[in-house]
């Protein structure tokens, strides 16, 4: 297997704001399309592909407070729907993929990890380790999860490909959204960091609040505190980028030089 | 946790035969009807649905030879198909799940399961006991499975709710398809097997043959095999019976006295 690299294709990016379980099919079909040509370009190259889930689970999720574990008498229908949204934009991300010639696979993170009170305390990474070796690629999303200790919660793409970049010593990480990279003057958005380092950690992630739309896993200060956390440990980098940009997914994944903000020891 | 019972939808009973990927959406909606008035009259019941894939993806594991490991230059992309057919009919049955109130979520077998020259070798069920543990249903599904030795195989529901059952110390299982049970006269349909024992085991299976359509994982011979293994090594009974049947499917799921084959030791 030649380099591995992990890329998050955000579910804002993906999905509609303003309507409900709408995918932004153009955008959807790009990005599969860059992720092809971008295949096709560097041989030996492996990609897991994961994907947010917008507008898709955040809802029930908000509205069953399934991140916080099994409260409440509908908690398990909670469950059920989040899984069932999240599990519907796979399919439809997925089936783009195939579309573009991409030999793609779902890998379900709640039939193939279980959390610890919201922290990824248990997973079984064969079937992506065995895909990647036939070069079939994975597609995790972000999902409900069985828990041990609170019954449910909800898994972030971020966390599960921290997990995977950990177990399975990526290069590095992708996340394609629809900012610029990390601004240091959110909404204004003049000033955007170009790198975020141990140095200027600290300043850099007290500018940064939740996203914007409805989302339970914390938008672009999650992304930035896990980004530094999987740097800190493993030296691993990753990369922000504004995945609207037509050719920009495509230049990351290869590795060239784009606009974006990059995370790094 | 009470009772555990696992069960198998047909393929063939919850998809058209004669139109390719078409789900026959009456079937399923009642079916899914029955499993959630069997659980709402039997407190402390915890079930396991499993499906088969019907005419969804034993189509594209046909043409890719999918089931025989990974052969030629597109086999990947069978893997990819396979994995997509089979995972979009899953979601239809879960949302009809759903729909009648019953909390249901996927388990995806290519996520949490490999196999070793086509046999489980390996799973990952601790979602499913947790998910059993919380009250919400497990629904796992025939499916490609990354291989160790052979790079891809398939996965029948019988194998993996064996693999279930064995693991999770099932009470028992009941299959519901589209034949009254076992035909000891196959085509002709008048004589069924009541029971089927180890004693009249090796007679029995000599009048079955695979399945009419096509079914990469065996027919009627594959489900009695498996069933007759899991009963000798553990003793846990399958009943096969009709679920085109009305009320078939739930009475057998409550434990009552239904027409049908039992295999037992």
Redesign the interface.
Known sequence: MGELVLVKLGGSLITDKARLETPRMDVIQRLASEVHSACEEQEGLSLVLGHGGGSFPHRPADKYGTGKG?KGAH???G???V??AA??LN?IV??AL?EE??????????????TENGAIS???L??IE??LK???MPVPYGD?????KI??SIVSTERILDFIARKLKASRVVIAGIEEGVWEDYPARKKMAGQITPENYEEMIGHLHGSESVDVTGGMRHKVERAMSLARDTGIRTQIINGSKPGRLKDAILGKKVSGTLIRK
Not at 101 to 114: G, L
């Open positions: 099994l908690a398990c229908k469950i059920a729907l899984q069932d599990s519907r399919r997925v089936g195939i010639d991409v030999n793609a696979i779902s890998v379900q993170p709640s039939s193939c990890m279980v248990s997973a079984f064969e079937p065995l895909a036939v070069g079939v409900v999860s069985l828990d041990r019954g449910c």
